[in-house]
């Protein structure tokens, strides 16, 4: 495998974008190959034997198109099918989870009360229960499922700040969010929400997500494989979607360039 391959980054629609753009502000000179699944989501409120098929077949074509490694960026997908995934494909393959131990590792040492927002698939699988019981002894974790904020990204509603704003408020009200020390992003989709969540919490309410994490992770396995993109390498994303409407395309590109700011102080910006 030449390190002048691209990486292949797939999630079930237009969530893992936010991905892929951290991955090439963090990897530049790497080319990436992005498949959303958009025909076929939400996936989070599917059977998990579809979500496996769906994930397999993409990564199927992402392996045939030369990818060098495979992420998943989406949360849901890895809950069902990374284990598959591995099994199937020699390259290496980089899973999300719901960044619980970055948010309980805050605390150092002393009890955190979390939510974590994500799928209602992920929120079932067994994966997430391992996750749980890891941190569950020693801090309050609280599930919380958001599948109508899949549906407003994929529906071109994220910039309705009216529609927005009442999703979250009936996510989040019945909680003592004063009480509550971090939200951990737990869906990639839910990443493009981090600005109109931060209208919602206290200051002191941290939010956490994997994506940086993620890019990391991957740089790391890289180079340990030295199959990092050389630096005279032009990197870039190249996408492509189950849902051919230049509505879908044109959102895409507008959701890959838009400008971020994580809590850590790290920025992102139009290229
Ligand atoms: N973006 C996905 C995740 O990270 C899944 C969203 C969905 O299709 O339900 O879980």
Request: hydrophobic share 40%; net charge neutral; aromatic share 6%.
């Amino acid at each position: 495998m030449s390190s002048t391959a691209p990486i292949g980054v797939f999630d079930s629609g237009l969530g893992g974008l936010s991905v892929a753009r951290q991955i090439r502000h963090d990897l530049p000179h790497e080319r990436i190959l992005y498949y959303g699944d958009s025909a076929n989501a939400p996936y989070g409120t599917r059977p998990p034997g579809e979500v496996r098929a769906m994930a397999l077949s993409i990564a199927r074509r992402l392996v045939d198109q030369g990818a060098k490694a495979l992420v998943v960026a989406c949360n849901t997908a890895t809950s069902v099918a990374i284990t598959n995934l591995r099994d199937v494909f020699d390259i290496p393959i980089i899973g999300m989870e719901p960044a619980l131990k970055v948010a309980c590792d805050r605390g150092h040492g002393s009890s955190q009360k979390v939510i974590v927002a994500a799928t209602p698939l992920t929120l079932k699988e067994r994966k997430f229960a391992a996750l749980m019981q890891r941190f569950a002894k020693s801090n309050m974790i609280l599930r919380q499922p958001c599948p109508d904020l899949v549906r407003i990204v994929e529906d071109r509603q994220l910039d309705d700040h009216a529609i927005v704003m009442d999703a979250l408020h009936r996510y989040f009200d019945s909680y003592d969010l004063d009480t509550v020390d971090s939200v951990v992003l737990g869906c990639t989709h839910f990443v493009f929400f981090r600005e109109s969540l931060r209208e919602m919490l206290p200051r002191t309410t941290a939010i956490i997500d994997g994506n940086a994490g993620t890019a990391h992770h991957l740089s790391v396995v890289l180079e340990s494989l030295g199959l990092l993109a050389p630096e005279t390498q032009k990197g870039g994303v190249r996408i492509n979607n189950s849902d051919p409407s230049p509505e879908i395309a044109q959102l895409s590109q507008e959701l890959l360039n838009r400008p971020w700011r994580s809590e850590s102080g790290h920025a992102g910006t139009r290229e």
